[in-house]
Nanobody, 123 residues
């Protein structure tokens, strides 16, 4: 069983910073693209940023220049450094990963989600 566990959420004032972490654990054969998504109350889940195993990154336009995604492949962990946070970015932030597991000759690719961590930005 593979799971993603996020940490680092909390309450921050507008203009402040937070760093989220997400660690993957379990029977992992290969960890491919990892990313962060967020869902505001009453809203839809939206992409924040993704990063490939090789380090190529992709950001939502709204966070470019303020958020930085990174990963430590040795630790199976992805991070999201969030700077200059705005009240409208209050949301639950979810870690996502494409994970391959191997059982004998069979390699299975799955998309796994974390349980989410709440980020609240006060004005």
């Amino acid at each position: 069983q593979v799971q993603l566990v996020e940490s680092g959420g909390g309450l921050v004032q507008a203009g402040g910073s937070l760093r989220l972490s997400c660690a993957a654990s379990g029977n992992i054969f290969r960890l491919n693209v990892m990313g962060w998504y967020r869902q505001a109350p009453g809203g839809e889940r939206e992409l924040v940023a993704t990063i490939t195993k090789g380090g190529s990154t992709n950001y939502a336009d709204s966070v470019k220049g303020r958020f930085i995604i990174s990963r430590d492949n040795a630790k199976n962990t992805v991070y999201l450094q969030m700077n200059s946070l705005e009240p409208e970015e209050t949301a639950s932030y979810y870690c996502n990963a494409e994970i391959q597991t191997r059982r004998s000759w069979v390699i299975t690719t799955s998309e796994v989600w974390g349980q989410g961590t709440l980020v609240t930005v006060s004005s």
